[in-house]
């Protein structure tokens, strides 16, 4: 497996006018729920609704045991627990009224960290989160000019050719769509990027 990364850069970290370099990891889109019920289904002999089934149980358990103030393991992945912050800690009186969900804690099993250390690798992405900051007749020259010779576009085309950060690359596809001058189709987790004819 390789992931991509990007280096950052933090100046004045921590208040004291150095800079200090982070890496972001550019995550792919996540599996939807077909295509990893089908991809269980050819490993296995449970059906894909059967899998769905489970998918559902699981949730209902997971919900329920940390509801219950229980952690809920999950077999060969690992712990989930629950997060709990205070609205106002200097408070001298606190109450589980002042206590809010913050979060799902997730603490995976040693097996699948050494297992992931063994099979991930990483390497420089091509495109950045930070944007290239475009005139819209620029970008758009841009875009009209790749789709001269390339039947469709994408959020993961729009970035890695014209250096846009995901969030300007959906910004950018949204207004050529209300525009009229892409036309969009595919799915809502694929979608694609036609020219308007």
Same mark, same amino acid.
């Given at each position: 497996?390789?992931?991509?990364?990007?280096?950052?850069?933090?100046?004045? =970290?921590?208040?004291?006018?150095?800079?200090?370099?982070?890496?972001?990891?550019?995550?792919?889109?996540?599996?939807?729920?077909?295509?990893?019920?089908?991809?269980?289904?050819?490993?296995?002999?449970?059906?894909?609704?059967?899998?769905? =089934?489970?998918?559902?149980?699981?949730?209902?358990?997971?919900?329920?045991?940390?509801?219950?103030?229980?952690?809920?393991?999950?077999?060969?992945?690992?712990?989930?627990?629950?997060?709990?912050?205070?609205?106002?800690?200097?408070?001298?009186?606190?109450?589980?009224? !002042?206590?809010?969900?913050?979060?799902?804690?997730?603490?995976?099993?040693?097996?699948?960290?050494?297992?992931?250390?063994? !099979?991930?690798?990483?390497?420089?992405?091509?495109?950045?989160?930070?944007?290239?900051?475009?005139?819209? !007749?620029?970008?758009?020259?841009?875009?009209?000019?790749?789709?001269?010779?390339?039947?469709?576009?994408?959020?993961?085309?729009?970035?890695?050719?014209?250096?846009?950060?995901?969030?300007?690359?959906?910004?950018?596809?949204?207004?050529?769509?209300?525009?009229?001058?892409?036309?969009?189709?595919?799915?809502?987790?694929?979608?694609?990027?036609?020219?308007?004819?």
């Amino acid at each position: 497996m390789e992931v991509k990364f990007e280096i950052g850069t933090l100046n004045n =970290a921590q208040g004291k006018g150095n800079q200090r370099k982070f890496i972001r990891l550019q995550q792919e889109e996540p599996m939807t729920d077909d295509e990893l019920a089908s991809a269980i289904e050819h490993e296995c002999t449970l059906s894909r609704a059967d899998i769905k =089934a489970v998918f559902e149980a699981l949730r209902y358990h997971v919900a329920g045991s940390l509801s219950s103030g229980r952690r809920f393991h999950l077999p060969k992945l690992g712990y989930f627990s629950l997060a709990a912050a205070m609205n106002n800690p200097e408070q001298k009186k606190i109450t589980g009224r !002042d206590i809010f969900l913050r979060g799902i804690h997730f603490q995976p099993e040693d097996g699948l960290l050494s297992d992931l250390r063994q !099979d991930v690798s990483f390497t420089q992405a091509k495109y950045a989160a930070k944007s290239v900051i475009y005139l819209p !007749d620029e970008l758009w020259a841009k875009v009209s000019g790749y789709l001269s010779t390339h039947r469709y576009l994408t959020c993961r085309i729009m970035r890695s050719e014209f250096g846009l950060s995901e969030r300007k690359a959906r910004e950018w596809l949204a207004t050529f769509v209300r525009q009229g001058r892409l036309t969009k189709e595919g799915t809502a987790h694929r979608p694609l990027y036609f020219l308007t004819q």
